[in-house]
């Protein structure tokens, strides 16, 4: 099944792909988003469509799930 993405969701997986230990802000601060629910509303959409896995660890990491 062909997974479509958002704009920002597609940003988000690029910076991941680049830097896998990204914290929230870090995200932020490298696409320039202005409102501050940006990041966390597409972190939820990735997850949601199965394509990260939180590790729980501190600062936060993600990782990308391999059935993509």
Do not use: C, W
Not at 25 to 42: C, F, Q, T, W, Y
Request: hydrophobic content about 35%.
């Amino acid at each position: 099944m062909v997974k479509f993405y958002t704009s920002k969701e597609q940003a988000l997986i690029d910076i991941l792909k680049a830097h896998p230990n990204s914290t929230v802000s870090e995200m932020k601060m490298h696409i320039g988003l202005r409102n501050r629910n940006d990041v966390p509303h597409a972190l939820n959409g990735l997850r949601v469509k199965g394509v990260l896995l939180h590790t729980a660890d501190k600062p936060p990491r993600y990782s990308f799930s391999d059935n993509q």
